[in-house]
């Protein structure tokens, strides 16, 4: 059976919109001090799908799903955008909460 593209990686992360469960994975990064999360994945009924090689069933539904599409204002929870893409994925982002840094720690000095 052949490897679909991201059906062997774990997926770590997950969403809901409305009643739709998305699973992917997430990466924080910094634009200067702000913090953004954002999220890819697909709907978990999809992703089983592929993951099982029923790529024309994946297809179908995907397709099925376009006319269906969750709106960002049923992902409460999220607190960000989320773009639905027609394949059945999707992408999000948020602004994590402002964190301070911590002080960098004063090493003491090298014996000479």
């Known amino acids: 059976m052949?490897?679909?593209a991201a059906t062997c990686s774990h997926h770590d992360a997950e969403i809901t919109a409305g009643s739709t469960k998305f699973i992917?994975?997430?990466h924080v990064f910094r634009i200067?001090?702000?913090?953004?999360?954002?999220?890819s994945g697909m709907a978990s009924d999809l992703y089983d799908l592929l993951?099982?090689?029923?790529?024309?069933?994946?297809r179908h539904a995907a397709y099925e799903?376009?006319?269906?599409?969750?709106?960002?204002?049923?992902?409460e929870k999220w607190n960000g955008p989320i773009s639905f893409h027609p394949?059945?994925?999707?992408?999000?982002l948020k602004i994590l909460p402002v964190?301070?840094?911590r002080p960098?720690?004063?090493?003491?000095?090298d014996p000479v």
Do not use: N, Q
């Open 2 to 4: 052949p490897t679909f």
């Open 65 to 75: 799903l376009r006319s269906i599409r969750t709106g960002t204002h049923e992902a």
């Open 24 to 26: 992917g994975t997430d």
């Open 87 to 92: 394949d059945g994925t999707v992408m999000a």
């Open 51 to 58: 993951k099982d090689g029923r790529v024309e069933e994946y």
């Open 99 to 101: 964190r301070r840094r």
């Open 32 to 39: 200067e001090m702000v913090r953004i999360e954002a999220f």
């Open 104 to 109: 960098p720690r004063s090493e003491p000095p």
